[in-house]
């Protein structure tokens, strides 16, 4: 027998979650989901939770397992069981329990209008579609498999400690409009995406890759609108000016140059986010933390500088 620790919600008759324990037998093949059906089908009939397709297309079965956001039906229930014959399984995180393992999707969906996910041109709709190449489409056929299940919203590191991150599916979703060949409001897109809440404020920690299970891997499209950012001049905001000041550091001298990089990064004309730096700086000086004062090159910097002019840069 494996035990299934399901944490349960229901507000109407309990206001505080809990977890509760069912004994199965898993039958051979079968899906961590097809075992919450049927625990949901002979043991409690109660159990809430999202299912449609089984077929990881629809998204809807996402939730933590283990700690982990997965979808229940893409997974063996074997896989999911831990050293004490146990699977543990809660709602996804970032979102508010509605019952037992639904959440609520609203501010998930928000954040996905507020990057426009459609076409914006300026021109009147043709009478038959608009074509692309193939190479066209393939700069957005990874983010074009995104299902929409929020397993990446629910362990996105970010929105743990800032509900106005926008958070990987919505930046996922700006890039499928970002890099498309036939759309027109590329600048206007980057420049909104740019602002604090948008494509700086990603840790680049991974985790939404990790929990992606499609080829959508938001991380990297977050890094291309980044990409796309810079070359159409969007520099004015301290995550632009962190990451150019970073790589004109390495390619001066191959290595981090640490006591400029802050005052590039708040902009040095900006005597706010200047002063700002003082009470840190302090702090470092009185750790022992604060970088040499005067910054020296390592010894191959030569090799460095000829890698950036054969990356053109």
């Known amino acids: ?182 759309d027109e409001k590329t600048l206007e897109r980057v420049t909104e995406l740019s602002e604090p809440g948008g494509i700086w404020d990603c840790t680049h920690c991974g985790e939404c890759v990790e929990r992606c299970p499609k080829p959508a891997e938001p991380f990297y499209r977050i890094k291309e609108i980044m990409t796309v950012a810079l070359e159409q001049g969007v520099h004015n905001n301290n995550g632009a000016r962190h990451a150019l000041s970073f790589a004109n550091s390495v390619k001066a001298s191959g290595r981090l140059n640490e006591n400029r990089i802050p005052v590039e990064s708040v902009g040095i004309f900006n005597i706010k986010g200047l002063m700002d730096l003082i009470p840190i700086g302090i702090r470092m000086l009185l750790k022992r933390k604060i970088p040499p004062i005067f910054h020296k090159s390592i010894d191959d910097v030569k090799d460095v500088k000829r890698i950036f002019k054969e990356l053109g840069q």
């Not at 397993?151 to 890039?175: H, I, M, R, T």
């Open 1 to 182: 027998m494996t035990t299934f620790r399901i944490k349960r919600y229901n507000p109407e008759k309990q206001p505080e979650p809990y977890y509760e324990d069912f004994q199965l037998d898993i039958p051979d093949g079968s899906t961590l989901l097809d075992c919450i059906n049927l625990i949901k089908w002979k043991q409690d009939g109660s159990l809430t939770y999202r299912m449609s397709c089984r077929s990881a297309i629809c998204g809807s079965c996402g939730m933590k397992v283990n700690g982990r956001a997965i979808l229940a039906c893409q997974r063996q229930a074997v896989s999911q069981v831990d050293k004490d014959d146990t699977v543990t399984i809660e709602p996804l995180g970032n979102m508010q329990p509605i019952k037992d393992l639904v959440v609520d999707f609203e501010p998930f969906w928000e954040k996905v209008h507020k990057v426009k996910p459609y076409l914006q041109t300026n021109e009147q709709p043709p009478e038959k579609e608009r074509q692309q190449a193939p190479e066209q489409f393939r700069l957005i056929d990874d983010s074009s498999t995104c299902i929409m299940c929020g397993n990446c919203y629910s362990d996105c590191n970010v929105l743990e400690v800032d509900d106005n991150f926008l958070g990987p599916a919505a930046l996922a979703k700006a890039q499928r409009f970002v890099s498309d060949s036939r």
